[in-house]
């Protein structure tokens, strides 16, 4: 069964979606690219407004992949509290050498790390998060005008990363453009959670406001066919979490 990720861009989304019960409250800037990043201000006042009633995670923004650039930007956004840092791992640069900068601050604060899938991400590069010590790996679009996630990569695709993800024992996440269409099919590969920004949207746009009406759609539609108030997954996560201090 897969919880629920919803991508707020302000305390006052944050606020709104804490109402909905979703799993995970995402903070992002979407106007700022595919994983632009708020302020680490800006988080640090949301993490304490929602006072640990929701697991959190932020995004470090669409950066380049410099080692030193990385480890600056997790290591301010760590410090805000935040359940889960998610950093993009875009083309180009030294993947493995920005994996090896970043396992020391996995020893102390959860990272996922974010394929791309219209950039053919090697999937294989799940075991070395897994040594690094990362806490997991998602699926996610960059380039949000080319479609879905579904549409961007095949069925066998998406369930050898989903398999690839769970053997190495990491969280799992898939989002990327996700619509209404796409949650049965997704949900038969059980990934940790299904991640929606334009889908919550009014007009269906990632930069427009939540829409109240959108949230509760999709919040039934993955509520439908599982267990209430989410995924065993996150339910366990969020036990460790309590558990860690997190």
Request: net charge negative; hydrophobic share 50%; charged share 15%.
């Amino acid at each position: 069964m897969s919880g629920m990720l919803a991508s707020v861009n302000s305390l006052d989304e944050a606020l709104l979606i804490q109402s909905f019960s979703v799993d995970i409250v995402d903070l992002k800037q979407p106007a700022q690219g595919a994983l632009g990043a708020l302020s680490v201000s800006e988080v640090a006042e949301i993490v304490a407004n929602l006072s640990g009633r929701n697991v959190i995670s932020a995004t470090v923004g669409d950066l380049p992949m410099q080692p030193d650039l990385l480890f600056t930007a997790v290591q301010a956004m760590a410090s805000t509290g935040v359940d889960y840092v998610k950093i993009g791992f875009f083309p180009g640069g030294d993947w493995q050498a920005c994996i090896d900068s970043l396992a020391t601050l996995a020893r102390t604060y959860r990272l996922i790390a974010v394929l791309f899938a219209d950039t053919g991400p090697d999937v294989g590069i799940i075991n070395a998060l897994r040594k690094a010590g990362f806490a997991g790996v998602m699926l996610d679009t960059m380039d949000k005008t080319l479609g879905s996630l579904t549409q961007l990569m095949t069925w066998s695709e998406l369930a050898g990363f989903t398999d690839a993800a769970k053997a190495a024992g990491l969280l799992t996440g898939l989002a990327g453009s996700l619509t209404q269409h796409d949650i049965p099919a997704l949900l038969s590969l059980q990934a940790d959670y299904l991640g929606f920004r334009g889908a919550l949207c009014r007009q269906h746009c990632r930069t427009a406001q939540l829409d109240a009406d959108r949230i509760v759609w999709i919040r039934q539609l993955l509520l439908g066919a599982g267990q209430p108030n989410g995924a065993m997954g996150l339910q366990s996560r969020s036990a460790e979490l309590n558990v860690l201090g997190g």
